[in-house]
């Protein structure tokens, strides 16, 4: 067994650990914390893929951005972990049919056969020079465009929605009109008053 292999069966162990620790940790922080371990890991994996590109995204996006706001909102939350259990307790048979439905269809789904590629055969290298965010940019902005376009439309519904859901108007919420302020004149607010001064 080469090096590479042994990292790689090392990199899925840690994976598959961490996202088993996600679904069945009671604490909603120490899932958010495995979720992490599982990225950091996975971004290995692209690694030894030769996808720096990906691989680096990964860690940005998701650990440096995504998953800290998951913490934030999970530590602001006050989650009732009773309930949590309790609900765990209930729905585990379901849980469990359902994750070997998805393993089945990955098994169906997943494979060399399937993309095209000959079980046997090794990627062909590539020199030293080579950029895969070149060649991810150049699939991405000539074959896939549409459906890239398409997605960034959906993204930008998805913010409109969130923003239109989070701004409604409570009764109780004083605001304040910035037009009325400015148009507001100094003898509106100010009375001069013209007093005799008091001698001791």
């Given at each position: ?103 089945a269809e990955l098994i169906l789904v997943v494979g060399p056969e399937?993309f095209g590629i000959d079980k046997y055969a090794a990627p062909a ?56 302020q400015v148009v507001v004149k100094r003898k509106d607010r100010v ?10």
């Amino acid at each position: 067994m080469t090096l590479e292999k042994l990292i790689f069966y090392v990199l899925a162990a840690v994976v598959i650990m961490a996202a088993t620790m996600v679904v069945t940790r009671r604490n909603p922080v120490h899932s958010a914390l495995f979720l992490i371990l599982a990225f950091f890991a996975s971004s290995g994996i692209w690694l030894l893929a030769e996808a720096e590109f990906l691989a680096i995204v990964l860690v940005l996006v998701y650990v440096g951005a995504v998953m800290v706001l998951f913490l934030f909102v999970l530590m602001m939350l006050d989650i009732d972990l009773a309930v949590l259990r309790a609900g765990f307790i209930k729905l585990l048979p379901l849980g469990i049919i359902m994750a070997i439905a998805m393993a089945a269809e990955l098994i169906l789904v997943v494979g060399p056969e399937n993309f095209g590629i000959d079980k046997y055969a090794a990627p062909a290298r590539h020199a030293a020079d080579y950029s895969n965010t070149e060649e991810i940019g150049s699939v991405l902005y000539t074959v896939y465009m549409y459906p890239f376009e398409i997605a960034a439309v959906i993204l930008l519904v998805a913010i409109i929605a969130a923003i239109g859901l989070t701004m409604r108007k409570r009764s109780d919420t004083k605001y304040l009109d910035p037009a009325t302020q400015v148009v507001v004149k100094r003898k509106d607010r100010v009375r001069m008053v013209s007093m005799d001064a008091e001698r001791g």
